[in-house]
């Protein structure tokens, strides 16, 4: 028996398809497992097909798995749709009164799931319970597990009854003896007992919001976008409990707007949004970088260009995110890899911000956005918050209250001047969009253009002195080298360790901050192999562009852009055929 | 020691930036009356903050002594209510022109009115874009002939006041740059006035649009009979279009969206990683 499964349940959106997944993968992870999840929605509320996938392992799990292992179809489509992707030899699980399955060399357990729910149930509702129970007495995990998920989730929930309650309980008992009864056991995917572990179970957005709050983020102002609305949600219900504030704006020229108003009155401050929300903000991104205040935004990307595929994943606003808005502006981008790193990373970009006062934008994406994996607890600890530089208590006596005689954007070997807050005491300064000079006052001579302009760079360069470098992962001999940015890490890591035990030498580089770039580490990556994949999911190889004009690296371009993130087995692929 | 000015006078509250404005802009009134009427309420220049977007009179800030921030066309209005959510112990005036706040900037005034949060806003409205010399503004007269509308304006004249009052507006008035004596008194009861205030300041362009002796001719004070409780014998001064009412037609007090965000924040502990990732165990 494998410890290990990765079960698909494809189903119509509105029928449990995803909270049915969700429980499962709250119940693995709760007794004991690593799980990673991935999920589909169609755009719409209710109807449309959807997917829910979640790999549980003992072993720690870095990607979303290469093809299911068990296929649950809730109905024909999902059937047409999924059973390409269901392994030679796994399972396919299907309601008989829905279709009669082509014959075919997978395992088929035929369970009338509908029958169930209505005769034997009545209420129909209770279809995901029948699933689940049927999951459990089929490949292990003990029924106490998902009751126990259950009946914390339906507590909550606003239609909680006792009534109900009870038949969802039973619908699991029902199926979970139906199979046993009924079923003979022919596959060989069957979880066993682990230990317990300190882990916690959340989405990429989840941890977003744990990060911003943990860096002491005390203002959020947004716009409703999928799939960035989660992280608003979180933080308008979350922010007043930590003594911050919360503001809906009106659309996202307001909401980042409102954010550097927050930001200029010295409060840690952010916003969260995709791309269409993104390609609004850009006037104020230049203001954040013109005016030297410190803003994090949030860009959980989607499938564009335009509307696009608002409920699919994309890595297509990387370009955009280096360059967004008119003339020479300098901003940080940080693109975290997964759930940890939406955590940890995003207190760095709120660091960040402070410190070299500029504009952070955090790259999430819709799969990691949705991506629940267990993490160690201790991963989630508290870390030292960056303040913003002041001007010394010396400089405002000299200076004296309200007189505009500070020189705010002063010229510094680091390009970071102290940066007054309004408040009792404090020297006063105009911000302003408008080129200016060191007190802040408009100046459009040449040379005070050029020492501004060098000055605002030089926090880059600053920045990129003070990060730590990426580390390599893979052979140190390698031949072949990988480079990518974002959520795809995991799957590039299984690829890279499937290529070393086939004999391959293989390495990857898999930077968080991709702008500043760390120059250095990168040129001495490429240097070290023969020949480098750049492996992205959007069409154009942003990052490969990107590599290309600034080292002349002549990458062997790997792109996938359907909307689904790579699989390991996609990286792999793309090894086999280079060494080929 | 830092010194804090005990009795300011206008002039504590002027900066060493030259305004940038033609000789005779009605913007230099205004900027006077708004010296004046910090003076005249003592506002500490270290703890207040002047917000505007662009254009002429989006200059502004750069010459107050206060805190100041010149954002970007049309943004004004959300940065400065940010800053308010974020700091309400701070006193914040947003200012800009017509183009500001009727034109780019148009919906944000909408939200700011219904929201309430407690800032105020003083509009220098001369019917014209000044600053990219002489087109069209919404508050143009309709056929009027500008180098954007050579065969004359099409479209209707925005009501500043008639619009603001269907939003809820809290607080709202109308000034003159010729009288900056009233204007003064308008913004210290603006500034005064827990909510959003709006005060619509009829400020001419001497370049573009020379309106000096029509406003001189319509300006007309609010009798002191007018009621500035009922909104609907506001919007009777607003609707007139051959007076130009001037004073203040209308005051609310409810509360304000900052106010009540900051209730809120009242049992407020420092966030604790370790009881807040409970949840995800």
Redesign the interface.
Known sequence: MVNEVTIRIGGESGEGTISGGDILALAAARWGYHVYTFRTFPAEILGGPCLFQVRISDAPVKSMGDFADVLICLNKEAYDRNIGELRAGGVLIYDPSDFTPEANDKISYAIPFNEIARKEMQLFQTKNMVMLGAISGLFGPPLEAIVQVVQSKLSKSRKSSSALMEKNMLALDVAKRYVTERTTKQDQYRLGAVEKAD????NGN?AVV?GA??A?C??F?GYPITPASDIMEGLAKEL????????Q???E???L??????S????R?MTATSGPGFSLMT??I??SSM?ELPAVIVDAQRGGPSTGLPTKMEQSDLSFALNAGHGDAPRIVIAPANVADCYNLMILAFNMAERYQMPVLFLTDQSLTARVESVE?NV???QEVQERIQPQKLE??LV??????FRRYAYTASGISPM?I?????????????EHDEHG??DYEPEDHVAMMQKRYRKLATAAAELPAPTRYGDEDAVLGIIGWGSTEGAIQEAVDHARANGYKVAALHPRVLSPLPDETIRTFIGSVQKVIVAECNYSGQLANLLGAKFGLQAIRVNKFGGIPFTAADIFRAIEEVHQ | MTQSVINPTPKDYKSEVKPTWCPGCGDFGVLNATYRGLAGLKLAPDQTVVVSGIGCSSRFPHFMKTFGFHTVHGRGLPVAQGLKMARPDLTVVAVGGDGDFFSIGAGHLLHAALRNIDITVVVMDNEIYGLTKGQTSPTSPQGHVTKSTPYGLLASQFNPLATVLTLNTSFVARGYSAKPKELAALIEQGIQHKGFSFIHVLSPCPTFYHTFDAWDASVTPISANHDTSNRAQAMVLAMETEKQYIGLLYQQERPTMDQAAHHLVQQAKPFDINQYMKRFA
């Not at chain 1, 882990?199 to 959340?202: D, E, G, Q, S």
């Not at chain 1, 309004?422 to 408008?434: C, E, F, I, Q, V």
């Open positions: 882990r916690v179970i959340l989840q744990a709050l943990a002491r005390g203002f102002a007043p409990q930590v003594g911050g504030t919360f503001l704006a009106e659309d020229m307001a909401a707007a409102a954010v550097l108003g927050a200029y009155g010295g409060v401050s006037e104020l230049g203001l005016a607890r989630f600890q508290a405002q006596e004296g209250v309200g007189a505009q005689t007054s309004p408040g009792k005491g404090a020297p006063s300064y105009t911000a302003t969009g408008l006052h408009p």
